[in-house]
């Protein structure tokens, strides 16, 4: 729940930090998200800022004509938008290009970066609030000038955060478990703001792989899971990574990929499990990966129920 003072804050505090340099020569923003929250409308009221919604949910074909037409000059998109636009060619050529609402995977940027010749920028937000975003010299800053953070540790140099917001009135946020893991960096930006910055958002507390090993259950962090794959060999530029059951993992890559890639990725993924010792049947599906606008993109994904 928020109010309407506090959604027009919070679209401020997007602006301002997204981008400053821009409002006061006509922004034209594209939103695109799963859901209209109620937020983005207000905007088009604004003399400086033409603002347009586009529903993930419908697919991009529904809404392509209107986007082109639009011709934003800042895009905010999840990043498995971005990249489809990068495939299919989609004629835009705005001025700064946000990933928000999925983890920016490192093996999407470079198609993304290439395709728009633009630095990827990243909004980190959830329905809980806006945590981050990126500064001019490429610096992800938390937030910290409206929300208090506290973080745990996860492992393997990972934290989770525990967001207090203290000017949200309507619904308190006090000391609230974000399920997200971030490496913290240990450098203050160039840019000058004291603004703590995060290195990387890996991806989510409820996709890392529980194991277990002759030594005791185990935890297998997302990033090692994915660093895996895309080291064995430069060709996969896309896969899913699945637990499907305390003891079976699911790879899957698509079968335009060469059969060498494949195996390498089914190697590397296997070493990396037997290093750890753990105990799991790792199994290769070679099948199509489409794009669903239905669900948020995790190309490492644990399914099992969780036990807390
Ligand atoms: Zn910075």
Redesign the pocket.
């Known amino acids: 729940m928020i109010s309407e003072a506090e959604k027009y804050r919070w679209l401020g505090a997007i602006l301002a930090k997204a981008a400053p340099d821009l409002v006061w020569r006509g922004m034209r923003v594209a939103v695109i998200l799963p859901q209209n929250a109620g937020l983005y409308d207000s905007a088009r009221k604004s003399r400086l800022i033409k603002l347009a919604f586009f529903d993930l949910t419908l697919g991009p074909e529904s809404w392509r004509g209107a986007l082109e037409a639009f011709d934003p000059t800042v895009i905010i998109a999840p990043p498995k938008m971005l990249r489809h636009f990068a495939a299919e060619n989609v004629r835009l050529r705005p001025r700064r290009v946000f990933s928000a609402a999925e983890t920016l995977d490192p093996v999407d940027r470079p198609v993304i970066e290439d395709f728009f010749r633009l630095p990827l920028d990243q909004i980190y937000m959830a329905t809980e609030g806006l945590f981050a975003v990126t500064?001019?010299?490429?610096?992800l800053?938390l937030a910290e000038d409206s929300v208090f953070f506290e973080f745990e540790p996860a492992g393997e140099g990972l934290v989770t955060p525990l967001v207090t917001a203290f000017r949200r009135q309507i619904q308190i946020m006090a000391r609230y478990r974000m399920n997200d893991l971030l490496r913290l960096s240990k450098e203050p930006?160039?840019?000058?703001?004291p603004?703590r910055?995060v290195d990387e958002i890996v991806g989510r507390m409820d996709d890392v792989f529980r194991l277990t090993s002759p030594d005791g259950p185990i935890l297998v962090t997302p990033d090692v899971l994915r660093n895996a794959v895309l080291k064995a060999d430069r060709r996969i530029d896309d896969f899913r990574l699945i637990q499907t059951g305390p003891d079976t993992v699911e790879l899957r890559l698509p079968p335009t990929l060469a059969d060498d890639a494949a195996v390498a990725a089914h190697q590397a993924v296997r070493a990396l499990l037997e290093t750890r010792k753990a105990v799991a049947t790792l199994s290769l599906i070679r099948a199509p990966l489409p794009l669903e606008t239905s669900r948020k993109l995790r190309r490492v994904e644990c399914r099992l129920e969780r036990a807390r």
């Open positions: 500064c001019r010299q490429g610096g800053h930006c160039r840019c000058g703001s603004l910055c």
